[in-house]
């Protein structure tokens, strides 16, 4: 996506989860609006690799914070005191995207193993919560927040009841922070099938198949691409007048068919 319009100049964006993935291309997309974008992950060449793609500037230039460009910091959302010094450091942050990512929790429920859906939990919706609310003091009063969730957290795929209890908590949390937190703005994107490196643990055969699949049975006629999510979660920021909604970005795959 090539966006020109510099609507965020002056602005600072905090992706957190921003070195691969949707993450990476909603850094990449406030960017290219002006904005001065701060992305982090745990893994520090994957932020290094991350910051040279969306920058175009070595890691080490990139290791400093200037106005439209993009800095890395090394945080485990998972890890309340190295979450806390990061927006204690950060400053005063207008915009925030939360695009950790977990995968534990998702199989068929007689047989789900409760310690993997608490790691589910662990994995994405508690780094999300804690992130949203260690950063609460050093956001914009009138900023945004954006939290990524998933559209299994309303649709109804046998094995998936996990991760539905973990997106929908996430998903129900939204209307009513929207309300609680104004003039801060609280909506998140909940993406379908999105071709990332998230998809990496599926061997590249059967995700193939399975993207072919999915393909065939979405209305837009392909699974999506981090750059489609990165405009939904750009319009959320973007757009002063949205709150407390949850934006479906699925290509129509979860649109209900009666079927
Ligand atoms: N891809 C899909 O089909 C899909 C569908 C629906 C929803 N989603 C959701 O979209 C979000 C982004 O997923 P993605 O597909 O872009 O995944 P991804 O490519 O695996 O990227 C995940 C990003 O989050 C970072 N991260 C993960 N755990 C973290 C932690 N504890 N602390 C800090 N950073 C962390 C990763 O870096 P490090 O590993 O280096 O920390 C990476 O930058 C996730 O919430 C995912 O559940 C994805």
Redesign the pocket.
Known sequence: MSTTSNLFTGQRVVV??????????AATTFAADGAEVV?????RE??DA?LERIGGRTAEQSRATEPGKVAGHQ?????PAAVAAFFAEVGTVDHLV??????AGSGPFAGLDLADLAAGFD??FW??VRVLQAALPHLRADGSVTL?????ARSAFPGTAGLAAI?GALEAMVPPLAVELAPLRINAV??????????DRVPAEQRAALFEGLAATTPAGR??R?ED?AQAIHLLAANTFMTGMVLDCTGGANLPTGR
């Open positions: 957190m989860g921003g070195s691969s993935g949707i993450g990476e291309a992305i982090t992950g745990r893994d994957r932020l991350a945080v485990d959302a998972a890890d939360v695009a950790v990512s977990g995968a994995a994405k780094p999300q990524i969730t998933a559209a299994s997106n909940s993406p379908g099938v999105i071709d990332t490196p998230w998809w699974v999506g981090a999510v």
